[in-house]
T-cell receptor, first 117, second 112 residues
């Protein structure tokens, strides 16, 4: 079975600064996707960034980038130039891919990020 | 393009009752997944439907059931409600072959 661990329940960062959220996972699968989702107070879950396990290059989406270490099973999210609107709960998630896989996401427990003005 | 729509947004039920939640996916999306979110257990996968067939099921009791209609709209039903069923229920839709799941705003169920 796959597990996803987020060891930082809460984090705080000053506006315009950089913050890194940690995520580790455990799986015996070789083909999978990893995601970071953001859930603001509105409760709507929004995809921040996606990483395919077979790609060595780290994914980047504007101010958001990941550090994907496949051997270490680590998948951290870096937010640069933090903005007040980044305040939210951030979830790391795993999805098996291929071989009859479905769209089942396995989530970590989340990290509550507060961006301070 | 309309997003994922969940109804109702809020619901209060009494122990022992049953409840039905609805999810309308994004047009063209045939996969609908349901998740339960609670402070204690976090986000847990309930089940996934694709083309009216349940494709995957999480570790929940049989009181939790679902179905999907030919227009891809999905419903989940919880019978004999317990206090522990109080949660935010999230629905996500996906297009076949793509991994991005689009979530609705959820239904907040409170069991009293």
């Amino acid at each position: 079975a796959q597990t996803v661990t987020q060891s930082q329940p809460e984090m705080s960062v000053q506006e315009a600064e950089t913050v890194t959220l940690s995520c580790t996972y455990d799986t015996s699968e070789s083909n999978y996707y990893l995601f970071w989702y953001k859930q603001p107070p509105s409760r709507q879950m929004i995809l921040v960034i996606r990483q395919e396990a077979y790609k060595q290059q780290n994914a980047t989406e504007n101010r958001f980038s990941v550090n994907f270490q496949k051997a270490a099973k680590s998948f951290s999210l870096k937010i640069s130039d933090s903005q007040l609107g980044d305040t939210a709960m951030y979830f790391c998630a795993f999805m098996k891919h291929g071989g009859g896989a479905t769209n089942k996401l396995i989530f970590g427990t989340g990290t509550l990020l507060a961006v301070q003005p | 393009k309309a997003g994922v729509t969940q109804t109702p947004r809020y619901l209060i039920k009494t122990r022992g009752q049953q409840v039905t939640l609805s999810c309308s996916p994004i047009s063209g999306h045939r996969s609908v997944s349901w998740y339960q979110q609670t402070p204690g257990q976090g986000l847990q996968f309930l089940f996934e439907y694709f083309s009216e067939t349940q494709r995957n099921k999480g570790n929940f009791p049989g009181r939790f059931s679902g179905r999907q209609f030919s227009n891809s709209r999905s419903e989940m039903n919880v019978s004999t409600l317990e206090l522990g069923d109080s949660a935010l229920y999230l629905c996500a839709s996906s297009m076949q072959g793509l991994t991005e799941a689009f979530f609705g705003q959820g239904t907040r169920l409170t069991v009293v």
